[in-house]
């Protein structure tokens, strides 16, 4: 949204990547946040286009400032040793 990649046509976001994904629920959130806003878009294909508000700029450039979150790791536990089998006794 940063970069004015997305936009809307019938209440569907469309983006320039389409390896990203926007759902309008998203762009509605961010709205009543007041992070972005709608404008009319000259192109004759798109209905408005989003953009970032001057709050939404400042949240954005905060958020760099930030320390990252440390990665997730991905391995898994040990294996746990095979049960031993249960006999019967008579």
């Known amino acids: 949204m ?3 990649d997305v936009s809307i046509t019938g209440d569907k976001p469309y983006l320039r990547h389409e390896d990203i994904r ?5 762009i509605r ?3 009543n946040r007041g992070l972005v806003s709608r404008e009319d878009c000259p192109d004759h294909f798109r209905d408005q286009r989003v953009q970032l508000t001057s709050a939404g700029r400042r949240d954005l450039a905060a958020s760099f400032a930030q320390p ?6 991905t391995t898994q536990p040990a294996a746990l040793p095979p049960a031993a089998a249960a006999s019967r006794s008579r």
């Open 68 to 73: 990252r979150p440390t990665a997730l790791t």
């Open 29 to 31: 959130a961010l709205e």
């Open 22 to 26: 926007v759902s309008i629920s998203t």
């Open 2 to 4: 940063a970069r004015g």
